[in-house]
């Protein structure tokens, strides 16, 4: 410190003292968390951001017309309870797909989906999400068991659903049943597999659906 700025610093006060320290400590920590906050912002624009399409369900399975569905949230483990593609590398190690993402947390796009593939049947009196105020008949009760890429041997789509039927006026189980599908990826890039995924999704939907119809 020069003879002017010692000067300076032994005329102020003991607050204006404190206020200089902190000047000081924000100019150097400042800068540090803006490159910081830069470099975040640049990893999260760089991902792919990636949707399920809702399954057009064709279904010889009766009408159910005088029934109500509802479609609570689906449970998921905390590795799929996420916006990331889980991909599977070996029988217990899990990795996910780089520079992707979907565009929600998964067990709410499956929940979602559901919904609308029942709707897009036309065979249900009422189908909804909780909160809809449905005066509902049925519960699907749903937990994702797999919804990942596996890479372990030839790279294939894995879509296994655990789906219960709970009769909402008993709040006794009428059916239940374990849904998977496997659909090989059409090449190594993310494009592939996340369409690989989406069929697997579209084919496990429509077993879904009419197991369904056909239980209620």
Excluded: H
Excluded at 170 to 184: L, M, R
């Amino acid at each position: 410190m020069s003879r002017a700025n010692r000067g300076e610093w032994d005329s102020m006060s003991g607050s204006e003292r404190v206020l200089r320290r902190r000047g000081l400590l924000a100019a150097v920590v400042v800068l540090p968390l803006a490159s910081l906050g830069l470099s975040g912002c640049g990893t999260a624009a760089s991902n792919d951001t990636y949707d399920l399409q809702a399954s057009a369900v064709t279904t010889t399975a009766p009408a159910a017309s005088r029934r109500q569905l509802l479609v609570p949230d689906p449970t998921a483990l905390k590795a799929l309870d996420s916006e990331m593609v889980l991909v599977r590398v070996s029988a217990s190690e899990v990795q996910y797909l780089s520079k992707s993402q979907w565009s929600d947390k998964l067990p709410r796009m499956v929940q979602s989906k559901l919904v609308e593939a029942f709707e897009n049947t036309g065979k249900l009196g009422g189908v909804g999400k909780p909160g809809q105020g449905l005066a509902i008949d049925y519960q699907l009760i749903t937990d994702i068991r797999a919804f990942e890429i596996d890479t372990s041997g030839a790279d294939q789509a894995v879509v296994e659903i655990s789906v219960k039927i709970l009769n909402d006026r008993n709040g006794s189980i009428a059916a239940q049943k374990v849904f998977k599908a496997t659909v090989p990826s059409r090449g190594t890039e993310n494009t592939a597999y996340i369409s690989a995924l989406d069929n697997a999704f579209a084919a496990v939907t429509g077993e879904i659906v009419t197991w369904t119809l056909n239980a209620i």
